[in-house]
């Protein structure tokens, strides 16, 4: 019986040892959809404090209970360590770390490297190795693979290499782990069929494709289609306002139509690591090759000019509906993270646009639920209750973010003036909101 046969029964029977390297919002969730189907999963994680609060099952991700966590952990199907000799026994690992830009908008994959070397000492035949990392095409085999074969030992016959992408969506209580189709592109085609057969228990469909290649190009192009069409939407919303156009009842009117038409919403300026840094990836990589991606950088121009948008036109707010400067006027932001209902402010727009804010000499402050302090380069806030009282004390309430715990009613009634990024007071019609 050859290594691919001996690994695919173990999958079958659930006897694969799995272990997940990155225990954030992407592999945490991941490690306990293995455990709760039956396999032994542990999470490998350089953050401490994350391993000890996995192993008293403790989550510390939103999207997962710490009650779901505890039923697998006290059952002995997952625990977690700071050490990678937990991967000696291992028949299956998946890395889920992260991959950011660097500080000159470069991609990093240091984290992707700095595992491989780890990996790389400890390889053995039969080990099924799994990236998940949001990369550009060919890291996979450019960077993974001739590490892995240094060893001896050859691919998709003693040792087997996929990726598969991950497509989790942080506060999204429609869309999970186990109801999210998975991507899965083989170096070889023995490489992807354990792959396959591996997520085929966690989740109902399985999308095998040619390569790992194609599929990092596929999880690249997912965000692309996003940044592109937020992009235009942003740009359009600038254009709708001087030609007297609600670009969002425009918007509610095309999307009636059945097909041909997907809608995308304007806004404060993008964040997160999928639409913001993901597309970057690809227009590098593309670049290196010889072809430049010029909707990829024109529309990362647009949606990075936003911030600078709102913050000039909350300037021109404040002196057209009440008479007051920007310097001196007080200011509530509702909302730093970079999406509804999560506590991730990574890449928020918000962070620039209260540091400008600021600047410029205005007294701002922030309420949000999912976070309760704000660090940056130069100020340090708490959020604020949002209360009546807090809401009459400002000369501007901006809203960037949509949380579905904010009182829209209540802040409606009791704000001077309103700037709304997100139309989340498109019922109200009164003559203290503006919007983008």
């Not at 991950?166 to 354990?194: H, S, W, Y």
């Not at 038409?261 to 090759?289: E, V």
Request: aromatic share 8%; proline share 6%; charged share 25%.
């Amino acid at each position: 019986m050859n290594e691919a046969q001996k690994l695919s029964g173990k999958i079958r029977s659930r006897k694969a040892k799995i272990a997940v390297i990155g225990l954030g919002y992407v592999g945490l969730p991941l490690a306990h959809a293995f455990a709760a189907k039956g396999f032994r999963v542990t999470g490998i994680d350089i953050d401490s404090r994350r391993v000890e609060a996995l192993n008293h099952g403790q989550s510390y991700i939103r999207d997962l209970t710490s009650k779901d966590l505890r039923s697998v952990v006290k059952r002995g199907l997952l625990s977690a360590a700071v050490d990678y000799d937990a991967l000696q026994d291992k028949d299956v690992v998946i890395i889920c770390v992260p991959t950011p830009l660097n500080r000159f908008k470069d991609p990093d994959i240091s984290y992707i490297t700095a595992v491989t070397e780890a990996m790389a000492k400890r390889l053995h035949p039969g080990l099924l190795v799994i990236l998940e990392s949001t990369t550009y095409p060919g890291t996979t085999e450019e960077v993974i693979l001739p590490s892995f074969e240094r060893s001896g030992l050859t691919v998709g016959k003693d040792f087997f290499l996929c990726f598969s992408p991950e497509r989790i969506d942080p506060g999204n209580p429609k869309f999970k782990t186990q109801n999210i189709p998975k991507i899965v592109g083989g170096v070889t085609p023995a490489c992807g069929r354990l792959a396959a057969s591996l997520y085929q228990a966690v989740t109902p469909e399985v999308v095998k494709v040619s390569s790992s290649r194609t599929a990092e190009m596929a999880k690249l192009l997912e965000n692309t289609f996003r940044i592109v069409n937020i992009g235009l939407m942003n740009e359009l919303a600038k254009a709708a306002v001087n030609l007297k156009v609600d670009i969002w009842e425009a918007i509610e009117a095309a999307k009636t139509k059945p097909f041909g038409f997907m809608p995308f919403y304007p806004g404060p300026g993008i964040g997160g690591h999928c639409i913001g840094i993901d597309p970057i990836y690809l227009s590098w990589k593309a670049r290196i090759h010889g072809s430049d991606l010029h909707f990829i950088e024109l529309a990362r121009r647009v949606n990075a000019e936003m911030p600078h948008y709102v913050v000039s036109q909350a300037v021109y707010a404040l002196n057209r509906h009440i008479g007051k400067a920007i310097k001196g006027s007080k200011v509530l932001i509702l909302g730093v993270t970079y999406k509804p209902d999560v506590e991730d402010t990574r890449e928020s727009p918000a962070l620039e646009i209260l540091e400008n804010l600021k600047q410029m000499g205005a007294q701002v402050n922030y309420s949000d639920p999912y976070v309760k302090a704000l660090d940056a380069r130069s100020f340090h806030l708490q959020s604020k209750p949002l209360t009546p009282a807090l809401l009459r004390r400002q000369d501007l309430v901006l809203l960037l973010t949509g949380h579905s715990k904010f009182n829209y009613k209540m802040i409606a009634e009791h704000s001077r003036l309103i700037y709304d990024t997100r139309n989340a007071f498109g019922q109200f019609r009164k003559k203290n909101i503006v919007r983008l």
